[in-house]
């Protein structure tokens, strides 16, 4: 036959459908989705039951993690070994789930996002929780299945004498559906099952009252009101609103600081706070001037103000809006309950529990019925022997077939017959004989109250009860462990603030260096020699000023940039380039640097001897590309600018020639060439300022002195002139 022959035709859109269907069924059924019962994921349940087949009970060591992913991908989860080593780190950490199942030695990770160590490095055992998942395991209470090798068998569903899913939630996600279940507190679900087992139709209003919402491993507070958290709990889905606790630490004349001490749950610390510290640098929230972390292995996050006048409320509102100081928590309570995929209410997730406890304890006390019922037909046989005690030794001693002579002669069966030919010599002392007949007479008692059990739904509830209440006591909010984390807010006020708000202005001084660095210092009155620059850089301009002010910068291309003040980098680095902030020339160089408060007018000049008289308003720019003020002919470039402050305005040139001349001979103008203000036979003009003629013309020389020249009648004259030598003693960097 030809091989071509064995193939069959198909539709595309059939093989498709057959196909994704099975990977589909696969995702949901066999890893992304808990079972309502357990609250376990194959994987998880994987996990704890080939641990409690190492005998790694809370009591016993340690085992290497490496060990036990190996026997759980050898035996039972044929996928990748850091898929199941992932699992078993997340279920060691006490960030990541509520009540953790697994006790980790060695390091697992923290909750800064850092990764656990090695597999080999790390050692696992079970939890006490762990334990109460597996209780009753052997006494045929759950069902089990064959593994994917069919050589050994794996539980369907663990007997679970703990709430898991709702005590440590879960989230996964698969196809066409997903989960996302939040943790609990422990003694409000005992406290709602209590109730439940005795009112299974009990109102959600009542239900809110024993479980007020989630709780969370790294607590944090739930802002969200009854209403909306009763309607998640009725419908299965939602969204829960969670954020950072916080408190203020006054220190010392009115200074304050904010300590956030608990952070939303599944939030990265690392990553939180590069979110914050990024928001600073952006200067997205002004009025926050730091953060730092002081954690230890509690949460210590530091939140420094800019002064001691912000409001902490408007402050923290901000961060909760910009960062992830709070967090919506997505509720989606989707289980698998009895092989069907369902979004339950909170209702059905209590009962399905409770019902399978139920059902664990029916078939616990059936299996140890039989058990108590195969021992006492054993001990009647023992008794028989004790009664005929001689004869039995004669038969045993004499008869080829000891076992079929004993049987017909007392009327025993298979079992009784074995068990007595298996007895110990000593076990024929009177004293042996006294300790069957109680142990006897203490089965019978014990066979008849299973049996009531077996037969009374009452007495069972009140088993299941009894049982729920011992873990009520266990993890009550009285223990560490226990005790609520999550503070729930049912009346909390959202505060609708601006996030556009402006930073509070506060003294400061801008730095620019001769390479083009710029930054802010906070304060005045630096001391510039401690003030730091790139090897082979120096200071051009230190300006004092406000953090909320504009600042106007005048380059030789005569155009005028406009920055905000608060856009500047701050700190004690080198600053940034002055040319990633406005679009600046390599041979562009910075003639001036002013506040806009200053307000009045400027007087400029270009190097071939061009000015006018300027006002601020007509110099402010949003483009990056800045303002042309000052038209400049080819090869000529603005030179230099002085603040009208008063009624004359001096012009010296490259020759050394100064000449004075009074305010009102130059023109007024928003921007062009302007007029000629000093005429050279050779060089260009140097620098232009103005004064008052009657207080004479102050200087300021290069070593910062004050130089005042008061006899400068010849100097007058009329814009245009050529003007005469300085005077002597004139500085020279003018």
Same mark, same amino acid.
């Given at each position: 036959?030809?091989?071509?022959?064995?193939?069959? #035709?198909?539709?595309?859109?059939?093989?498709?459908?057959?196909?994704?269907?099975?990977?589909?069924?696969?995702?949901?059924?066999?890893?992304?989705?808990?079972?309502?019962?357990?609250?376990?994921?194959?994987?998880?349940?994987?996990?704890?039951?080939?641990?409690?087949?190492?005998?790694?009970?809370?009591?016993?060591?340690?085992?290497?993690?490496?060990?036990?992913?190996?026997?759980?991908?050898?035996?039972?989860?044929?996928?990748?070994?850091?898929?199941?080593?992932?699992?078993?780190?997340?279920?060691?950490?006490?960030?990541?789930?509520?009540?953790?199942?697994?006790?980790?030695?060695?390091?697992?990770?923290?909750?800064?996002? #850092?990764?656990?160590?090695?597999?080999?490095?790390?050692?696992?055992?079970?939890?006490?929780?762990?334990?109460?998942?597996?209780?009753?395991?052997?006494?045929?209470?759950?069902?089990?299945?064959?593994?994917?090798?069919?050589?050994?068998?794996?539980?369907?569903?663990?007997?679970?004498?703990?709430?898991?899913?709702?005590?440590?939630?879960?989230?996964?996600?698969?196809?066409?559906?997903?989960?996302?279940?939040?943790?609990?507190?422990? !003694?409000?679900?005992?406290?709602?099952?209590?109730?439940?087992?005795?009112?299974?139709?009990?109102?959600?209003?009542?239900?809110?009252?024993?479980?007020?919402?989630?709780?969370?491993?790294?607590?944090?507070?739930?802002?969200?009101?009854?209403?909306?958290?009763?309607?998640?709990?009725?419908?299965?889905?939602?969204?829960?609103?969670?954020?950072?606790?916080? !408190?203020?630490?006054?220190?010392?004349?009115?200074?304050?600081?904010?300590?956030?001490? !608990?952070?939303?749950?599944?939030?990265?610390?690392?990553?939180?706070?590069? &979110?914050?510290?990024?928001?600073?640098?952006?200067?997205?929230?002004?009025?926050?001037?730091?953060?730092?972390?002081?954690?230890?292995?509690?949460?210590?996050?530091?939140?420094?103000?800019?002064?001691?006048?912000?409001?902490?409320?408007?402050?923290?509102?901000?961060?909760?809006?910009?960062?992830?100081?709070?967090?919506?928590?997505?509720?989606?309570?989707?289980?698998?309950?009895?092989?069907?995929?369902?979004?339950?209410?909170?209702?059905?997730?209590?009962?399905?529990?409770?019902?399978?406890?139920?059902?664990?304890?029916?078939?616990?006390?059936?299996?140890?019925?039989?058990?108590?019922?195969?021992?006492?037909?054993?001990?009647?046989?023992?008794?028989?022997?004790?009664?005929?005690?001689? !004869?039995?030794?004669?038969?045993?001693?004499?008869?080829?077939?000891?076992?079929?002579?004993?049987?017909?002669?007392?009327?025993?069966?298979?079992?009784?017959?074995?068990?007595?030919?298996?007895?110990?010599?000593?076990?024929?002392?009177?004293?042996?004989?006294?300790?069957?007949?109680?142990?006897?007479?203490?089965?019978?008692?014990?066979?008849?109250?299973?049996?009531?059990?077996?037969?009374?739904?009452?007495?069972?509830?009140?088993?299941?009860?009894?049982?729920?209440?011992?873990?009520?006591?266990?993890?009550?909010?009285?223990?560490?462990?226990?005790?609520?984390?999550?503070?729930?807010?049912?009346?909390?006020?959202?505060?609708?603030?601006?996030?556009?708000?402006?930073?509070?202005?506060?003294?400061?001084?801008?730095?620019?260096?001769?390479?083009?660095?710029?930054?802010?210092?906070?304060?005045?009155?630096?001391?510039?020699?401690?003030?730091?620059?790139?090897?082979?850089?120096?200071?051009?301009?230190?300006?004092?000023?406000?953090?909320?002010?504009?600042?106007?910068?005048?380059?030789?291309?005569?155009?005028?940039?406009?920055?905000?003040?608060?856009?500047?980098?701050?700190?004690?680095?080198?600053? #940034?380039?002055?040319?990633?902030?406005?679009?600046?020339?390599? #041979?562009?160089?910075?003639?001036?640097?002013?506040?806009?408060?200053?307000?009045?007018?400027?007087?400029?000049?270009?190097?071939?001897?061009?000015?006018?008289?300027?006002?601020?308003?007509?110099?402010?720019?949003?483009?990056?590309?800045?303002?042309?003020?000052?038209?400049?002919?080819?090869?000529?470039?603005?030179?230099?600018?002085?603040?009208?402050?008063?009624?004359?305005?001096?012009?010296?040139?490259?020759?050394?020639?100064?000449?004075?001349?009074?305010?009102?001979?130059?023109?007024?103008?928003?921007?062009?060439?302007?007029?000629?203000?000093?005429?050279? &036979?050779?060089?260009?003009?140097?620098?232009?300022?103005?004064?008052?003629?009657?207080?004479?013309?102050?200087?300021?020389?290069?070593?910062?002195?004050?130089?005042?020249?008061?006899?400068?009648?010849?100097?007058?004259?009329?814009?245009?002139?050529?003007?005469?030598?300085?005077?002597?003693?004139?500085?020279?960097?003018?």
């Amino acid at each position: 036959m030809n091989l071509i022959d064995q193939y069959k #035709d198909i539709e595309i859109v059939d093989a498709l459908e057959e196909r994704y269907l099975a990977y589909a069924l696969t995702t949901i059924m066999d890893r992304a989705l808990p079972d309502v019962k357990d609250g376990l994921k194959p994987v998880h349940r994987r996990l704890l039951f080939a641990m409690r087949q190492l005998n790694l009970s809370p009591n016993s060591s340690f085992k290497k993690s490496a060990r036990i992913v190996g026997e759980v991908m050898g035996r039972f989860h044929p996928h990748g070994d850091q898929a199941i080593y992932d699992t078993l780190v997340r279920l060691a950490q006490d960030f990541s789930v509520r009540w953790p199942l697994i006790n980790g030695q060695g390091n697992f990770g923290n909750i800064d996002g #850092d990764n656990a160590a090695a597999m080999r490095y790390t050692e696992s055992k079970l939890t006490t929780i762990s334990e109460l998942l597996l209780s009753g395991i052997d006494e045929e209470c759950v069902d089990f299945r064959l593994t994917y090798d069919e050589v050994d068998k794996e539980p369907i569903v663990l007997p679970a004498n703990f709430p898991n899913l709702l005590a440590n939630g879960s989230s996964g996600i698969a196809v066409g559906m997903a989960t996302s279940i939040p943790p609990h507190n422990v !003694e409000e679900i005992c406290n709602a099952s209590l109730h439940l087992i005795k009112h299974r139709n009990m109102h959600f209003d009542k239900l809110i009252d024993f479980i007020p919402g989630p709780d969370f491993p790294t607590g944090g507070e739930i802002f969200e009101s009854k209403d909306s958290i009763l309607n998640i709990y009725k419908t299965g889905k939602g969204n829960i609103r969670i954020r950072a606790k916080w !408190e203020i630490e006054k220190e010392k004349r009115g200074v304050w600081k904010i300590v956030v001490n !608990e952070i939303p749950y599944q939030v990265n610390k690392g990553k939180l706070i590069e &979110k914050i510290a990024q928001l600073i640098i952006d200067k997205k929230i002004p009025i926050l001037d730091d953060i730092r972390d002081e954690s230890d292995e509690s949460i210590r996050l530091i939140l420094v103000p800019r002064n001691r006048d912000v409001d902490p409320e408007q402050l923290m509102e901000a961060l909760f809006s910009l960062s992830d100081l709070e967090t919506r928590f997505s509720v989606n309570l989707n289980a698998i309950n009895n092989n069907i995929p369902k979004v339950h209410n909170l209702r059905d997730l209590l009962l399905a529990w409770i019902d399978h406890r139920r059902d664990v304890l029916v078939r616990r006390s059936k299996f140890k019925l039989n058990q108590i019922k195969t021992r006492m037909e054993i001990l009647s046989g023992y008794l028989i022997v004790y009664v005929n005690l001689d !004869e039995v030794i004669k038969i045993i001693r004499e008869e080829d077939e000891p076992k079929i002579k004993l049987k017909k002669k007392f009327d025993l069966n298979e079992n009784q017959a074995n068990s007595i030919l298996n007895m110990r010599l000593r076990s024929l002392r009177k004293l042996e004989e006294l300790k069957i007949k109680e142990e006897y007479d203490s089965l019978k008692i014990e066979k008849s109250i299973l049996g009531k059990l077996i037969k009374s739904e009452d007495i069972q509830w009140k088993e299941v009860s009894k049982e729920i209440k011992e873990i009520k006591k266990d993890f009550s909010k009285k223990t560490d462990l226990g005790k609520r984390r999550t503070k729930i807010n049912y009346n909390a006020e959202i505060l609708d603030i601006d996030l556009n708000f402006s930073e509070p202005a506060e003294p400061i001084t801008v730095v620019l260096s001769k390479e083009g660095w710029i930054k802010t210092l906070k304060g005045l009155d630096h001391d510039v020699a401690e003030i730091k620059f790139k090897d082979g850089d120096d200071l051009l301009f230190i300006h004092e000023t406000m953090s909320d002010e504009k600042l106007l910068i005048f380059s030789s291309n005569g155009k005028f940039y406009t920055i905000d003040a608060s856009q500047l980098p701050s700190g004690r680095g080198y600053g #940034d380039p002055l040319k990633l902030l406005i679009d600046l020339q390599d #041979d562009d160089k910075i003639i001036s640097l002013y506040s806009f408060s200053q307000a009045g007018e400027l007087v400029i000049a270009s190097k071939f001897g061009y000015g006018f008289i300027v006002s601020f308003e007509d110099l402010i720019s949003n483009r990056k590309a800045g303002k042309q003020i000052l038209n400049l002919s080819s090869d000529d470039e603005a030179i230099s600018s002085d603040y009208l402050k008063g009624t004359n305005i001096a012009v010296i040139g490259e020759n050394k020639k100064m000449l004075l001349f009074n305010q009102e001979e130059l023109p007024r103008m928003s921007k062009g060439k302007g007029v000629r203000l000093q005429k050279y &036979k050779e060089g260009n003009l140097k620098s232009i300022i103005s004064f008052n003629y009657s207080e004479g013309l102050n200087i300021v020389d290069n070593n910062g002195r004050n130089r005042n020249f008061d006899d400068i009648e010849n100097w007058l004259g009329k814009r245009g002139q050529a003007g005469r030598k300085v005077p002597k003693g004139f500085p020279r960097n003018f």
